[in-house]
């Protein structure tokens, strides 16, 4: 990662929705970093509760579950704000159906994997979104410190010139 950025050491964290717990295991397993806290849900109510509490730096989402599926649990969470562009990579299991992929991206994916899946590959992908996620967040804090600076600059220049308007 380039050194312009100030990497925060916090771990950094990841869902992973899937409603098969050996996928959610091997998964985990393929993910697993000390930088990285990886959360397991197994259906779309829980991954939604968890997305709503958590900052997520990405999110692997099957795409064929019982109840909420994976296409709705996106177009859910695009529709909240601070979620709106959290990265979504879905899953399937199923066919490789073009319009399925189609339909992932339309639901706000950034990236559609099938099974069995290549654990080099979605490391891959995954530290990806983590390096834009922490270069966001870095980004981000700087952004809030320049206007803090640049609001210290504000009080500064008007307690001058209230300052010579009296002298």
């Given at each position: ?53 958590t900052d997520l730096a ?48 339309l639901a ?60």
């Open positions: 990662m380039n050194s312009l950025y100030k990497v925060d050491p916090t771990p950094v964290s990841i869902l992973i929705v899937d409603d098969t717990p050996a996928n959610l295991l091997a998964y985990r397993e393929i993910l697993q970093r000390p930088e990285w806290k990886i959360i397991t849900v197994e259906n779309g109510g829980d991954a939604l509760q968890e997305a709503l509490k990405v999110i692997l989402l099957d795409v064929r579950m019982p109840g909420m599926d994976g296409l709705e649990l996106a177009q859910i969470l695009r529709s909240r704000e601070r979620l709106k562009f959290t990265p979504i990579i879905f899953m399937s299991a199923h066919d490789r159906m073009p319009a399925d992929v189609a339909n992932g991206y706000g994916g950034i990236d559609y994997l099938f099974s069995p899946v290549d654990g080099d590959l979605l490391r891959f992908k995954v530290q990806a979104c983590v390096e834009l996620y922490q270069r966001h967040s870095a980004l981000r804090q700087e952004n809030e410190a320049l206007k803090a600076a640049n609001e210290q600059l504000k009080r500064s220049l008007l307690r001058t010139h209230q300052s010579r308007r009296t002298v």
